[in-house]
């Protein structure tokens, strides 16, 4: 008897702790939609791209990945970095946190958010293996630099943009 009585309480506790952590997990993400770059909403657009790059909501020039063309058309005006990025990711979300904080000191530099999971055909054209990675391309979608985030945020990508 003490023996099921046992096997009882450790699966509810069990049970109990795995709804709270699926709670805690939904909570966030709903409460933190600055860092969710998948729920980003657009703000604005720039006209001589089409409407094709949209602005997120962001303190820098943060958009969020559409077409390889576009991110082409933007990085022909100012230096353009491709962010390889899962909501599931706690490097990715600590990166887009200090973006969305610290995007200002980026000055010129554009960061185009990409779904790591859904931007298969972009990964292959890039080898990117790993989500938090990021790449700067220039207006031929040329690579000019990749490097991997690990959470550093802004002073991470302007210690590896190529500026020329």
Partial sequence: MKRVTFLIVVLLGTAALCFGQSMMMSTNKSNDNATNMMSAKPISADPAMGNQLRYAESSGTKVIFTTLEAAESLAAKQPTVLFFAADWCPYCQADLKDINANGRRLGNVAIV????????????????????????????????????GGGAGVDDILSHVVRS
């Avoid at 859904?118 to 630099?145: C, H, N, P, R």
């Fill in 113 to 148: 958010v990409a779904d790591y999971d859904k931007a298969t055909e972009l990964k292959a054209k890039y080898g990117i293996t790993v989500q938090d990675t990021f790449v700067q391309i220039d207006a031929s979608g040329m690579q000019k630099a990749v490097w991997r």
